[in-house]
C-alpha cells in the first residue's frame, strides 16, 4: 500500500450531507474486475451530462479544483454500499484525503486500506476547512500525519485524532494481511479450541 | 461487573487477538461472497501466491449483475461485463475449491437469502460478505458485518477480520402493530427517527415485543436495513422461531451436535444488567404504513403525511431535502398519497422472501395493475420462485399484469438491465433511494411489498388499509 506522510495540496468543498457510494462511483463502473482506472468516473451522475460533457458548476470540473488532493464534505460521507470502488476512484482521481464531520463506517474503513486518510473534525472546524477550500487553487492545505495537524492556507492549524494501528499501517504503508499472517500461531490455536467448543460450526 | 450484551458475548466467543490499544482480530465463521465486489480480492491472493484459508466456510453465489431473464445460464444472454464477472466467479469458486451456487442451481439467489435458506447462516456466529446488507442474517442473532473488497481478501487468506469493537445500541419496539404495518414499516421508522448516521460506530440490538412477533422473515427485514441507518451489524437475539427456522436446513448441525448448539444458542440474549451506550425506543401501535419521500431512507414519513419542506430541516440537510425534492420532482406540502407511480418493483434481500410474496399477492389477488404500470417480481432466490409457484402466487402476480422474473438483485442496484429510465417513479421493496441507485434519474420511493402491491394497483403511493377494505374485482 501507498505510504501516507505529508499532504499537501489543494482542498475541495462539497458541504454535501450524505453523499453516498453511488455517488461516489454509480454501479456501471462496479463492472470492472480491476482496481485501476476508476478516477474519471468518480462523482460520474453529478460530474457529467448524458452525452459525457462536463457539468461546469460541479465542483471538480472548476479550473481551480481539477487537480484536487483534499475533499472537505458534509457528514456522514460515504454512507451506503461497501463498494471499495469508492475510495479506489477517490484515490484514483489523486485525492488521499477526505474530511468530514462524520463517515459512514464501510467506507472509512476502506479508505485506509487502500493509502486514503480520513478525518473526523467538528463541524465548526469542518466549516472553517470548507470556507479555506473555497477560496480555490491558491488556498493550499497541508495534512500532517504524523503530527496530527492540518494546516489552513492562512496558516490555522487544526489537530485531529486518528487510531493509532491505523496511523501507524499508513505512515509504513503496511499490508494488514501481511502483519495478519505474523498471527497464524493465534489463528491456528483459536481455529483449535473452536472447532472443540464449536464442532456444528 | 456490568452483564455482557449479545454482541458481546459473540464478539468474545470469536476474539483471536486483541492489542492494547483495543485493535482485535475476529474470527470469521462464514464468508459469503458475489461476482462484484470478489474479483480484485481472488486476483490479490493469485499475486500473492495465497490460498483461501477456509475453502469449507466460503460460500459463493452471484447476484448483483446476473440477469433475471430466461436463459441466463448461457452466457451469451448475458451482457458483457455480467459474463466476465460471473465467468470470474465461476473460476474463482473451482481454482480455491469453495462452495458455489451458480446461476443454473435452483439454489441460487441474492446473498443473504441464500445463506440463511441453505443452513450457513446460524445463530452466535459471525459471517461477512462484502455487501453492506450482510447485516440481514443478524436476524439469527450472528454478528454480520458488511466489508470492502481488502477485508474479503484479508477474510479469504486469513478467517479473521481486523476489528475495533463498536458500542452497543438498544433499539426497542414496543407493544404491538396495527393491522397492515410491517417489519419494513418498522425499519423504515426507525431510521427516520435516528438518521442514516444514527447507528454510526453501533452494532444495534432490536427488541420489543413487536420484534419478539415477527416472523424470521420479517426479522431479517429489520436488520437488514441497519445498514441504513448507519450502524454496521443489527442483532435479534435467537429463540424457539429463530431455532424451528434453522433445524433441518441443509448446512444446519443434526443429531448430537443440533443438542449441542442448541445449549449454546440459548445463553445468546443480552443480560438484564448489560451496559447500553445509546438506547432508543418507539411504540409499535403508533408505527403506521411508511413510505419515503426523498432520496434518503432517512427521508421516510408516515402514509398520511405530506412531503416536507427543506426549510423545516436545519444545517446542511437543509440544503439536501431541497437537492432530493428538485431531484424527485415533488414539491413541498402535497399529499403522499398524491404521488403517481410507473413501475412497481418487488424483491431484493429486503423483501423478496416468501412472506413477502405472500403479502402482495394477498393485495394482488383479483386485481389489475393500473394500465401503463411496468410491475415486476423477482424472488430473492430460485428456492423462493419454485415455492411461490407451487402455491399459485406466481400464477397470481402473472393475472395481475406482473413480470414474473428469476432470482437476483435486479433493480435494487441496477447494474443488470433491469433500470428506472431518467425520471421514471418506482414503488420498490428494496433499500435504498440514492439518486441513480435504480437507474440515471429514476425516483425510488421505498415501502413494504403490501404497499408497492396497492401502488401498483392505483397507480399511486397509497394506504394498503384503504385498499384492503374494498373488495377486488
Ligand atoms: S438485493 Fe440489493 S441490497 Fe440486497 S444484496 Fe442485492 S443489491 Fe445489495
Known sequence: ?201 | MAGKTLYDKIWDAHLVHEAEDGTSLLYIDRHLVHEVTSPQAFEGLRMSGRKVRRPDQTIAVPDHNVPTTPGREDPANMTEDSAIQVAALDKNAKDFGIHYYPVSDVRQGIVHIVGPEQGWTLPGMTVVCGDSHTATHGAFGALAHGIGTSEVEHVLATQTLIQKKSKNMKVEITGKLSPGVTAKDIVLSIIAETGTAGGTGYVIEYCGEAIRDLSMEGRMTICNMAIEGGARAGLIAPDQKTFDYVQGRPHAPKGAQWEAALNWWKTLYSDDDAHWDKVVTLKGEDIAPTVTWGTSPEDALPINATVPAPESFSGGKREAAARSLDYMGLTAGMPLTDIEIDTVFIGSCTNGRIEDLRAAAEILKGRKVKDGMRAMVVPGSGLVRAQAEEEGLADIFREAGFEWRLAGCSMCLAMNPDQLAPGERCAATSNRNFEGRQGYKGRTHLMSPAMAAAAAVTGKITDVRELSATEAA
Open chain 1, 1 to 201: 500500500m501507498e505510504k501516507f506522510t505529508t499532504l499537501t495540496g489543494v482542498a475541495a468543498p462539497m458541504p454535501l450531507v450524505n453523499v453516498d457510494t453511488d455517488m461516489i462511483i454509480p454501479k456501471q463502473f462496479l463492472k470492472t474486475i480491476k482496481r485501476s482506472g476508476l478516477g474519471v468516473n468518480l462523482f460520474d451522475e453529478m460530474r457529467y451530462d448524458r452525452e459525457g460533457n462536463e457539468i461546469a458548476d460541479f465542483v471538480l470540473n472548476k479550473p481551480a479544483y481539477r487537480e484536487t488532493e483534499i475533499l472537505v464534505a458534509g457528514e456522514n460521507f460515504g454512507c451506503g454500499s461497501s463498494r471499495e470502488h469508492a475510495p479506489w476512484a477517490i484515490k484514483d482521481f489523486g485525492i488521499r484525503c477526505v474530511i468530514a464531520p462524520s463517515f459512514a463506517d464501510i467506507f472509512f474503513n476502506n479508505c485506509f486500506k487502500n493509502g486514503i486518510l480520513p478525518i473526523v473534525l467538528p463541524q465548526e472546524q469542518v466549516d472553517l476547512l470548507m470556507s479555506d477550500a473555497e477560496k480555490g487553487q491558491n488556498a493550499r492545505m497541508t495534512v500532517d500525519l504524523e503530527n496530527q495537524t492540518i494546516t489552513a492556507s492562512d496558516g490555522i492549524e487544526i489537530s485531529f485524532e486518528v487510531d493509532p494501528f491505523r496511523k501507524h499501517c499508513l505512515l509504513e504503508g503496511l499490508d494488514d494481511i501481511g502483519l495478519t499472517l505474523e498471527k497464524g500461531a493465534a489463528i491456528d490455536s483459536f481455529e483449535a479450541q473452536a472447532s472443540q467448543a464449536r464442532p456444528w460450526v
